[in-house]
């Protein structure tokens, strides 16, 4: 078969980027003031966090250079790779939240009026995420406490110690989702109930949101 014999090429780059807005489908809610406090402060942890990656990539570096140029492989250097790149993974979970960037693909959702998304949105969050999180926080503080007062190290002998540190970071990683998940109820809420109060972004400044 010919390219002619395949139909014009626009067509196809037409329906790629008609695929990808359906993977890509946002909800657009309304925002208000105390979501938007919450979203600005959960979006510089993130950003912050995201610099762990950074730190990650030049430990694994600096092991692979110790182990294969010096010969001296460390333990130390291993466990210090996945305890920086599961914080750096942790942190990150609620600005994704916040973003709307976590995995979201529905062929119905993205089909249904803005209201009805948003009535899903507010049950989803108020009958599963919410209380599965709020159980979370609840098992995991004790978890990462108990781990503190029992000095927990890691079972390598020369492996790390303060092993309740990474537990803390798991704990506090679930308590930051649970304030984007009601972050998140709050926009919907308003979009349904008008409470609290919708704040009004300006059209200009949306562009420029849009555009970056």
Do not use: C
């Amino acid at each position: 078969m010919t390219v002619s014999d395949q139909g014009p090429q626009p067509n196809r780059r037409v329906s790629v980027s008609g695929a990808d807005e359906l993977i890509h489908h946002h909800t657009e809610l309304p925002t208000t003031r105390i979501s938007q406090w919450i979203d600005s402060v959960l979006t510089a942890i993130g950003k912050t966090a995201s610099w762990l990656w950074l730190v990650v990539t030049g430990v694994i570096i600096w092991a692979v250079v110790g182990r294969y140029v010096f010969g001296q492989g460390s333990v130390l250097l291993e466990e210090v790779q996945w305890h920086l790149a599961g914080a750096g993974w942790l942190l990150g979970l609620a600005y994704t939240l916040v973003v709307d960037d976590h995995v979201r693909v529905d062929v119905i959702h993205e089909r249904l009026s803005l209201r009805t998304q948003g009535w899903i949105e507010f049950f989803g969050l108020l009958l599963l995420l919410l209380p599965f999180l709020a159980l979370a926080v609840y098992e995991m503080f004790p978890y990462a406490i108990r781990s503190w007062e029992i000095g927990e190290t890691s079972q390598a002998p020369a492996g790390l110690s303060n092993r309740w540190v990474l537990k803390s970071v798991l704990a506090l990683s679930f308590a930051l989702i649970l304030i984007a998940a009601v972050s998140r109820l709050l926009k919907v809420t308003a979009l349904l109930f008008g409470f609290p109060r919708p704040i009004r972004v300006d059209a200009g400044n949306k562009k420029k949101e849009d555009a970056s």
